[in-house]
């Protein structure tokens, strides 16, 4: 409302969501050949927080265009992150790690959406969106800067030529 979308535009961007999640999961690996896996990681979190001042913007196609960020950390985590975290944990420990970080995942959303949505009928969606956005600076600078400089210290993923 506040963005002047048409509510029938949502099933329009629900399915380019989807679109998107998918294409980038299936050229995932090519990425993070193509890029390296630090730059990879360095995108997640640029990804995520232009997704939300993109989304704290007036402007309606910027405000889409910020929402679209989402599902391309979505593709790129459904795949990278996850075959990173399989391919360094043991195969007795794979399945309950993939259960604490899926877990983990949906205890922060059912926690943290009435939070957000508290804070945007106080606030509105910009101030809320922006606020996230900065959120998750600091939460990019505790995870994603100290798994960079950590990196070295695990076993590297072997390349294929």
């Not at 913007?57 to 996850?82: D, K, M």
């Amino acid at each position: 409302q506040e963005r002047v979308i048409p509510i029938y535009f949502f099933g329009y961007l629900w399915f380019l969501q989807n679109i998107i999640i998918a294409l980038v999961g299936r050229y995932a690996h090519k990425v993070e050949k193509h890029l390296g896996s630090e730059l990879v990681l360095m995108s997640l979190a640029l990804f995520s927080i232009l997704g939300w001042f993109g989304m704290a913007l007036e402007s309606a196609l910027l405000a889409v265009l910020g929402c679209l960020c989402f599902p391309v950390v979505r593709g790129l985590t459904a795949v990278v992150i996850a075959d990173g975290l399989n391919k360094r944990v043991t195969s007795d420990m794979r399945a309950t790690a993939n259960s604490i970080m899926g877990l983990g995942t949906r205890i922060l959303m059912v926690g943290l959406g009435p939070v957000v949505g508290s804070m945007m009928d106080q606030s509105g969606h910009g101030f809320t969106f922006s606020t996230v956005g900065f959120t998750y600076i600091l939460v990019a600078a505790v995870t994603v800067l100290p798994l960079l400089l950590l990196r070295k210290q695990f076993d590297p993923i072997p390349r294929k030529a």
